[in-house]
């Protein structure tokens, strides 16, 4: 049972959804966006008698409140107190930190990170047309992020992907999917569900071993592949508490936000939010684009700058 008003909660915070129509089920509702994989096809569902979420798109699944939580507008607010507001004529009760912990820690016990039926280990032509075609070199980038493939065949949700490992200390623990076609209504990067991780995506920094003396933080994996070492991607979703303290355990001297021309705002935010966990904090800004599009000399450019400071 969900022990507030729900859709009254969705009202107020403008989040958008249907409770009928096409992709929802009797007696459940759905966002238009997913904050788990960003699809805007009301692919995320929220089952009205459990309380439970499950998205169609990412096969991510959960309680209610961790859907909320996952969502923008909550960002750093108490979602009790805001579920309260909601919940008059309902028994509401407090969910507990430590019960939500428990509920992620039990997601957590995987031991391996499942990798999508029908993996290659080589790029077929089309991955590496993809690539080229954005001014990468294919063979360089899949060797030194080990990356893979799903082709025509194989998990229907993760084919046309290049599939990108996401390493913690070595360890594989999660994986994102880039598609290789551009079309509407395709999600661009769909990370693998949490159930198949031993740590969630979102709760990963991308390139995360490459930290030394300086961190780059930027939004995503083609951004890591453009700029190389030191640079770790939020997987377009920013920093969590999860992703500070990993950044914090490496203690880099040097943190510099690198986000895209369009998201100056967030990475002000965010270089805020990091002042004083660190000895620099820095923006850097962008004139156009996303770092992904500079060119290799550019990207050069950039990293010298960043490191001669
Ligand atoms: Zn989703």
């Known amino acids: 049972m969900i022990e507030f008003d729900i859709k009254a909660l969705l009202d107020e915070y403008n989040l958008a959804y249907k409770d009928s129509g096409k992709n929802v089920s009797k007696g459940w509702i759905n966002l238009e966006v997913c904050p788990f994989c960003n699809d805007d096809s009301y692919h995320c569902g929220i089952d009205l008698s459990s309380g439970g979420f499950h998205c169609w798109v990412c ?8 859907l909320l939580r996952q969502l923008e507008v909550f960002n750093g607010l108490n979602i009790n107190r805001i579920i309260k507001d909601f919940s008059e004529g309902y028994n509401f009760l407090p969910v507990q930190e430590e019960l939500l912990n428990l509920a992620t820690h039990s997601l957590k016990k ?3 990170c499942e990798l999508p039926k029908g993996i290659l280990d080589e ?3 089309p991955h590496k047309n993809y690539l080229y075609a954005r001014n990468f070199d294919p063979g360089f980038l899949a060797k030194k992020y080990k990356l893979k493939a799903v082709y025509n065949t194989g998990d229907e949700k993760f084919r046309w992907r290049v599939i990108a490992p996401i390493f913690l200390n070595n360890k594989m623990v999660s994986f994102v999917g880039m598609s290789i076609i551009r079309e509407k209504g395709i999600v661009k990067y769909l990370n693998c569900a949490t159930d198949d ?3 969630s995506a979102r709760d990963c920094l991308y390139n995360y071993d490459t930290i030394k003396d300086v961190a780059v933080i930027v939004e995503g994996i083609a951004d890591v592949w453009r700029m190389g070492d030191g640079f770790v991607a939020t997987l377009g979703k920013g920093m969590n508490s999860e992703r500070i303290k990993l950044l914090k355990e490496k203690n880099p001297k040097k943190v510099v936000v690198l986000y895209d021309a369009d998201a100056i705002k967030d990475a002000y935010r965010l270089a805020n939010t990091l002042h004083g966990m660190f000895e620099s904090v820095n923006v850097l800004e962008l004139d156009k684009g996303d770092p992904a599009d500079l060119s290799p000399q550019e990207a050069m450019e950039i990293r010298n700058t960043i490191w001669s400071w």
Request: charged residues 20%.
């Open 59 to 66: 096969n991510e699944r959960g309680f209610v409140i961790n």
């Open 110 to 112: 995987r031991v391996f």
């Open 123 to 125: 790029l077929p032509l």
């Open 197 to 199: 991780s031993i740590i």
